[in-house]
């Protein structure tokens, strides 16, 4: 019998084959990340390049053209309309970028993020500068490729790798609202107003360890599809089924892995709920890095700092780390407002501020306003001006404290934000639905957030559109007022 | 300028493509066997198929048969000669292997595989046996393959993987004096004649991790190159920039973790010390599986059983595991002979007679001599046979014991004990060279072992055939007797 849809059908084991040799090229960032010696680190690179340089290859397929025409004709329900608009849109950015420029990029790239591990514990800016110019110059490259012919800016085409449908005409007016109010908050909220914290100076990493995982399966990670490793910057990476999430220790801040965990727990969380038919389909993926941040963010700062949430969590700290926190102590100490100059570990409210510096910097850079060289003045001068606070002279956390731009991940940053809001967004509906939500929460059944969530967004994977998405699960256009009232509830009074 | 060969040197660049994508299929080996949760396993599976058939694509491509003749004709050097040979092997196995069937063999191995670490735990023979049918029909499916037209039969095709230049016939000549002579040795040696250990009847295994650690490194395992982690069968994986070795802890048994590290030991030092200007290129490649045995076995048997190797492992022992053994007891227990029913546990005398037996078995199995069915009871009776032991209704530590068949490594078997006696015979020249080796290694200086093994062995990596390589080292051809004089003089004192 012929299939319905004989082009379809054909693209969609095509794309399959492209999966499975990202499922390689993640498995090897992963390792590379958590478990490489450094001996390994340059064959690595090549053997990344080249599972990359396949995916290009199959995408850039000239075969692939008329296939997906053939397929635009053909009787296909809703996903498949949606995973064949995926397949599109895949296919469009790597035709527009050489296979030479893919191959240099990811050379360029992991020689950068490689010394990066190094040179941020070194304050080295001087070492850092060689190998960073080339990352720039090959994203401005890639820029170039992407923006060839179409209506954006070269920023505009790299966000749009992560943020498809948005601007960064757009995130400047979404933003707007953010850089006018934020400022005098986190200064009227700023320590020594909260609670100091009780927790003692120094945790094994042993306990913590122990602790993570505990509240990892609180969570509700599956830990039969995914493992909790340690890295220098924490990430989720793996497939859907087999999801790596990853934290790092500190001795003397418990609190920096426990927030990390239970951050990629939100990501993890979303990738191990995503529609088990469409694995391996464009249309299966995560809506985008943005929806990904409402996820993470969402069980990090809607959940996980509710005064309920702490009634759960500081028994495991008494538990595994001794600690005779109560509740309340723990939930104000979350919440505090510390202003400081390390974004994953930002306070919520100053949070934005410092993605609102990465935006124009990278902005800047990309467009060829600034050079790689200027990156630490413009930083300065932006901490200063935003967050009132002096970095000059410290990279290591300045701007040399994030791995985004050691491996070209331009554009990546206003998704945090986009993320936070959205997840404000999320959890206001949320709440609309569940009145009881906190009280449920405080018995320990997280399950209204997580069906809901699962409802909503996890199992509708790439189905729609990012508007239409939140519009569906919220019944609003998304916007900044829930996270600002949000922001306004749980720190204005501070002041 | 044009190059001298440029056949020669547009066939090393392709053959450098398929040693990256190998590197990545190696890594995801490796994660599967030690780090992947069990959800993993059915994506891993048709990842690691994907990369594979893509590496089978690059050899099977059509226009590199002519590059192969043009560069034939082209002025090498000895080595480049070599990596032609090399290349042409690669090819011609690989043209003879539908592409069909190499993906249809990574996913009916993996799938046995995989159930095969619950099935051998619960000794289920019947759980293991429907998965192990198809992948004794996809074995002897590709055996067909690959003897059709060649001059030997069905096995040996297989076994010619592992072992080029050898036959079933020459491994049945050379084993033959072992058949005669072992079983009496064996008899005669077992105990309770020998000294009964002293070890602690439990060892924790944070305690034998950082053993193990320990002896890795005295033995010059580069952990800047390398890891030692843990997996249900011990291995040696990974790419010669970052080898992987793994062993496994048994509490009750600390000499099982510390005899599988010194063995992965020997082989990652033959893969660290692959000549570095020969990465990725099939000449660069260890020269077989039985030389890769003659290393591992070589550290194994020939250096860390001798009594001054003894001496340098007893403090170590002591202080780890808190053991009072001295250097003499610990030397009796290594080289103790109990004629168990497990291989890797096995004693020197008594393995061989564990590889003659499945060495017989797998030859009947894929000849259509037996079938998979029929597997216990041949297995029964051959342990009977050669070994006086009752194996009747014990599957985990019989016909289950060992994971090579469970993923259609049918023909490896053979490669151990000539392993096994190419580093009798590798030793027995290094001794005549170093006649103070025992009393240099009893100063703890290894370094004329390794040095040796780096120049005659390790550095010479593909550049010549197996008998060449060994007859350059030792001055003589590969035979039985420097192996069992070894055994008769370390065990036949015994009776």
């Known amino acids: 019998m012929m299939p319905r849809h004989p082009a379809y059908s054909g693209l969609a084991a095509h794309f399959e084959r492209i999966h499975r040799l990202r499922h390689a090229a993640a498995m090897l960032a992963w390792d590379r990340a958590t478990m490489m010696p450094p001996g390994g680190s340059g064959a690595r690179a090549r053997a990344e390049a080249e599972v990359l340089g396949q995916v290009h290859a199959l995408l850039a397929d000239p075969d692939l053209a008329p296939r997906l025409d053939a397929a635009a004709g053909e009787d296909l329900d809703d996903w498949q309309r949606a995973n064949l608009g995926g397949m599109q849109r895949q296919r469009d950015e ?13 050379l360029v790239n992991a020689a950068c993020e490689h010394g990066w591990r190094q040179q941020r514990a070194a304050n080295d800016w001087a070492g850092f500068l060689p190998a960073f110019r080339e990352v720039v110059a090959v994203a401005r490259d890639e820029a170039r490729h992407l923006s060839a012919g179409a209506t954006g800016g070269a920023y505009d085409a790299l966000m749009a790798r992560y943020e498809p449908g948005f601007s960064a005409a757009r995130f400047e007016t979404l933003f707007a609202p953010l850089v006018d109010r934020l400022p005098d908050l986190v200064r009227r909220a700023r320590l020594p107003a909260r609670a100091a914290s009780t927790l003692p100076a120094s945790c094994p990493v042993p306990r913590q360890r122990a602790l993570c995982r505990e509240i990892a399966a609180l969570l509700g990670f599956d830990f039969g599809r995914g493992r909790l490793d340690e890295s220098a910057h924490p990430f989720t990476g793996g497939v859907p089924g087999d999801v790596r999430i990853t934290t790092r220790f500190d001795p003397a801040d418990p609190l920096a892995a426990i927030n990390s965990t239970i951050h990629e727990c939100g ?5 191990q ?3 088990e038919a469409w694995h391996g389909q464009p249309v299966g993926e995560p809506r985008s890095f943005g929806i990904h941040e409402s996820q993470s963010l969402g069980i990090e700062m809607q959940l996980a700092r509710s005064p309920a949430f702490c009634g759960l969590l500081a028994p495991l700290l008494a538990q595994h780390l001794g600690m005779p926190e109560d509740p309340a102590t723990l939930h104000a100490h979350l919440t505090r407002v ?10 919520e409210a ?8 990465r935006f124009r910097i990278e902005r800047a850079l990309i467009e060829g306003e600034i050079e790689a060289d200027d990156l630490p003045a413009m930083w300065d001068a932006g901490m200063a001006e935003l ?3 002096d970095t000059r002279g410290d990279y ?7 791995i985004h731009w050691t491996k070209g991940a331009f554009g990546y940053f206003p998704s945090y934000t986009l993320g936070a809001m959205v997840a404000a967004q999320l959890f206001a509906a949320l709440r609309r639905e569940h009145a009881d ?13 997580f069906d809901w969530l699962a409802t909503h967004i996890w199992s509708r994977a790439s189905r729609f559109d990012t508007d239409t998405l939140i519009r569906l699960a919220t019944g609003q256009a998304i916007g900044p007022d829930d996270y600002l009232r949000h922001l306004e509830r749980r720190y204005g009074e501070a002041g």
């Open 94 to 106: 790597a035709v527009r970028i050489p296979a030479e420029l893919v191959a240099r990029r990811t």
């Open 267 to 271: 990501h993890a969380r979303y990738v």
């Open 273 to 275: 709920g995503l529609p």
């Open 338 to 347: 510390e202003g400081g100059r390390i974004r994953v570990r930002a306070d």
């Open 350 to 357: 100053s949070y934005p501020l410092h993605v609102v510096l």
């Open 387 to 389: 967050l009132d606070i």
């Open 396 to 402: 290591r956390d300045g701007c040399l404290q994030d």
């Open 437 to 449: 939500l906190d009280s449920r929460v405080a018995d320990g059944d997280l399950s209204p957030v």
